[in-house]
């Protein structure tokens, strides 16, 4: 079954120096979902978000820093005319397990200052958000998200997003062919 996603939309910290963090995992993903529809994405951009149009969705990316996540979101929402509810934004998450991936809708903030950022700027909480869950599976003790989340992703880690990208393809069930099937 499809689903009504008409934007999905990366947030995290768009400067060059938190690529490959953990806070940037919404980026990453948005780019492998990107290689999975199109051989060579090009990517068209405004102030506040870069997209990229597939069959009947949109991929995009804020280029804010992750705490303002809510001013990127709010532009390409009235940019594309769209509805909240038909949002969903991919994001790292402190508070899952490394490599586990929830979707959920209409959540408060659960003290993550990009989708509060997001609440704030759209007023209301009723869009999805697809978690990646980014907590070590050894650690005990939690260590504070602000520890984690701008450290670089370790190449153990790495691997782990790197097999998530088909169950979160399907996760969103995206109904169009990838590159290279008919």
């Known amino acids: 079954m499809a689903n009504n996603f008409k934007l999905i939309i990366g947030i995290g910290n768009y400067d060059k120096k938190y690529s490959n963090t953990y806070h940037n995992l919404g980026f990453y993903f948005i780019d492998q979902l990107a290689n999975q529809f199109t051989s060579e994405p090009k990517w068209k951009e405004n ?13 995009a990316k804020t ?11 709010k532009k390409a ?9 038909e949002i969903v934004i991919i994001h ?14 209409d959540k408060n903030s659960g003290g993550h200052k990009g989708i509060e950022s997001i609440i704030s ?34 190449q153990k880690d790495f691997k782990v997003f790197q097999s998530l990208v088909g169950p979160l393809k399907e996760k969103l069930k995206l109904n169009v062919n990838p590159v290279g099937e008919t």
């Open 47 to 59: 102030q506040y978000f870069e997209f990229l149009k597939i069959e009947n969705f949109i991929l």
């Open 63 to 73: 280029k804010t820093y992750m705490n303002e996540a809510g001013i990127g979101i």
């Open 77 to 85: 929402k009235d940019f594309f005319s769209l509805q909240s509810q």
């Open 92 to 105: 790292d998450d402190s508070d899952l397990l490394l490599g586990k991936i929830k979707l959920s809708f």
């Open 121 to 154: 700027h759209l007023k209301t909480s009723e869009f999805w958000r697809l978690r990646i869950g980014i907590r070590p599976i050894s650690e005990t003790n939690r260590a504070k998200a602000e520890d984690l989340v701008l450290k670089k992703i370790s």
